[in-house]
């Protein structure tokens, strides 16, 4: 079942990032995303709830993976490079853009594996 709700929460930061990243040049392509994205959550809501997870472990593992994807995903259909940092006033960006580079992708890859392990021991 776990692995169910890691899948879905993947899906879930994907099609966020897509939607976003459509905002500008395909609307119709940003909004059909958005709507996979709220139809994703509808499952989420059931799988969960026959599910024998805790809603922090569904939480933690959910930042995780939108910390990782997110922006990789979202670089990748802009078509900038893949670790590229985004200028907004953000308070995440502010932050990341104070990271060297190795850095900022090493931190990624630790936030991977550990929601991948975080999956595993705790649910």
């Known amino acids: 079942m776990i692995f169910l709700i890691y899948i879905i929460l993947v899906l879930l930061v994907a099609c966020d990032a897509l939607s976003d990243a459509f905002i500008d040049t395909n609307k119709r392509r940003s909004h059909l995303a ?29 930042v995780c993976i939108r910390i990782y994807l997110f922006n990789i995903v979202y670089n990748l259909l802009r078509y900038l490079p893949i670790y590229y940092r985004g200028k907004t006033d953000s308070v995440w960006d502010k932050w990341v853009n104070k990271l060297p580079t190795p850095i900022y992708q090493t931190l990624l890859i630790t936030i991977l594996f550990f929601s991948i392990i975080f999956c595993f021991m705790f649910f």
């Open 34 to 62: 958005e709507s996979a994205n709220i139809a994703l959550f509808f499952v989420l809501i059931y799988i969960y709830s026959i599910s024998d997870a805790s809603f922090w472990q569904v939480l933690v593992l959910y």
